[in-house]
């Protein structure tokens, strides 16, 4: 069931989303050569509480997994999504993508970026030029009497068109009384189809977008995404309210 949202309750997620970006960005300029990914999740959780948020991520468990450790989702390079803050060196030529989310006042924000870690070769540069312009292209499409699937399709054909794969096995979602709520909004499908956009919805865009293959697994961890074939993934989100028949964007500073 998808669950609409009333003029303050968005205001609401804004604020959330307002501290999601600002700890994307922090996150962001601290990323170099020799950084940790524990040393990046620490700065975001201090920041998160410093607004008197949540981590929302910290200790979320779904389909039985274990609840998950870290205040970020951390990937590296082949990890699509839901890499788990360690040791792990930042090193000259990685992608890191970040991913944030924030609880607070009962309503919740949610985004991720990919990072460029130093140099990177043009082949990962255009997989995160790719990825991110395919998510703005998608929120265009984010328009009431337009439905799910326009945004699928903008995704996916854009994706495809450069040569990249999308993955299928996850998706963007509804987000804001819950962290993930209806409707799913994946990657790929056909203009038309799928749930009609209405004014006071809210959800999170977000491209999961592979150099090779579009197949993935889940490591041994039991959260982390990795690509089927090792080769590098990139991910953005936003999200967004649909207000006065279009999309706004929440997640900016």
Request: hydrophobic residues 35%; glycine residues 10%.
């Amino acid at each position: 069931m998808i669950l609409f949202k009333s003029k303050k309750e968005i205001d609401y997620i804004r604020e959330s989303c307002k501290i999601v970006a600002e700890t994307l960005q922090l996150c962001k300029s601290y990323v170099k050569p020799g950084v940790t990914t524990l040393e990046l999740d620490k700065i975001a959780e201090d920041y998160i509480r410093s607004n008197d948020a949540v981590p929302a991520f910290k200790g979320y468990s779904q389909g039985g997994a274990k609840p998950f450790p870290g205040s970020i989702c951390a990937s590296l390079n082949s990890e699509v999504v839901h890499g788990i803050p360690g040791n792990r060196v930042l090193k000259n030529g990685d992608i890191i993508s970040i991913d944030v989310g924030v609880l607070k006042n009962r309503y919740y924000g949610d985004a991720a970026l990919s990072v460029a870690v130093g140099e990177l070769n043009n082949e990962k540069m255009k997989l995160m030029d790719v990825t991110e312009k395919s998510l703005y292209l998608g929120i265009e499409q984010a328009k009431t009497n337009n439905r799910i699937g326009d945004i699928s399709s903008a995704v996916q054909q854009f994706v495809e068109s450069n040569g990249f794969s999308i993955v299928r096995e996850l998706c963007g979602h509804g987000v804001g009384r819950y962290l993930h709520e209806d409707p799913q909004i994946p990657n790929f499908g056909k203009r038309g189809t799928g749930s009609l956009i209405k004014s006071g919805m809210t959800f999170a865009i977000e491209p999961m977008v592979n150099l090779g293959t579009h197949k993935v697994n889940v490591a041994n961890d039991g959260w982390t995404v990795i690509t089927a074939d090792n080769l590098p993934s990139a991910h953005f989100e936003h999200t967004v309210a649909i207000i006065d028949g279009k999309a706004e964007i929440l997640t900016v500073t």
